[in-house]
């Protein structure tokens, strides 16, 4: 699978190549003067680009969620900045609401619990503890799928709060 910055690198490329270096004041007329096919090009790269970027984005939040909870207390990473909560710091970083703030804290925070945690020592039988044994492996929890569909692209943070919120914590 190919990395983010690979990515994101890609398609910054292109859109110099096609714009040149004009800053964003100047974009409208530079996309102006485009052919249809360049237009629609500029629309894919930034959109693949801010894709990525927001995944990023997200897992970050969710590392300063886990970061900032009340257990934490005052040395957590959002109070240290002079903050309540991750929430209104995310708030504050990004410029979005509270809403977006929170829904963007508790996708991040899922993909963190969703994530394979490696913490076993490398061996000489093939890597990250000792070999094939996947009954050590815990399961997935049930919302895995969502946060895969989230970094894949296919659904949005809003997208995936509503669903997760609509099935609810399974019984």
Same mark, same amino acid.
């Given at each position: 699978?190919?990395?983010?910055?690979?990515?994101?690198?890609?398609?910054?490329?292109?859109?110099?190549?096609? %714009?040149?270096?004009?800053?964003?004041?100047?974009? !409208?007329?530079?996309?102006?003067? %485009?052919?249809?096919?360049?237009?629609?090009?500029?629309?894919?790269?930034?959109? /693949?680009?801010?894709?990525?970027?927001?995944?990023?984005?997200?897992?970050?939040?969710?590392?300063?969620?886990?970061?900032?909870?009340?257990?934490?207390?005052?040395?957590?990473? !959002? +109070?240290?900045?002079?903050?309540?909560? !991750?929430? /209104?710091?995310?708030?504050? %970083?990004?410029?979005?609401?509270?809403?977006?703030?929170?829904?963007?804290?508790?996708?991040? +925070?899922?993909?963190?619990?969703?994530?394979?945690?490696?913490?076993?020592?490398?061996?000489?039988?093939?890597?990250?503890?000792?070999?094939?044994? /996947?009954?050590?492996?815990?399961?997935?929890?049930?919302?895995?799928?969502?946060?895969?569909?989230?970094?894949?692209?296919?659904?949005?943070?809003? +997208?995936?709060?509503?669903?997760?919120?609509?099935?609810?914590?399974?019984?």
């Amino acid at each position: 699978m190919e990395n983010f910055a690979a990515i994101v690198g890609r398609q910054l490329r292109v859109l110099v190549g096609m %714009l040149g270096p004009v800053p964003v004041t100047g974009a !409208a007329s530079a996309v102006t003067g %485009l052919r249809d096919d360049d237009v629609v090009a500029v629309i894919a790269s930034t959109s /693949t680009a801010i894709r990525e970027l927001e995944a990023l984005r997200v897992v970050a939040t969710g590392v300063a969620a886990q970061r900032s909870t009340r257990e934490a207390g005052q040395g957590g990473l !959002a +109070q240290k900045r002079g903050h309540r909560s !991750a929430v /209104t710091l995310i708030q504050d %970083l990004t410029g979005t609401t509270r809403t977006q703030a929170g829904k963007a804290a508790r996708l991040g +925070q899922a993909l963190l619990e969703a994530a394979p945690a490696d913490t076993s020592p490398e061996t000489e039988e093939g890597g990250p503890g000792g070999g094939n044994d /996947t009954a050590s492996i815990p399961p997935a929890p049930w919302h895995a799928c969502l946060g895969e569909a989230f970094t894949a692209g296919r659904i949005t943070v809003d +997208q995936q709060s509503a669903i997760r919120r609509g099935l609810g914590e399974p019984p």
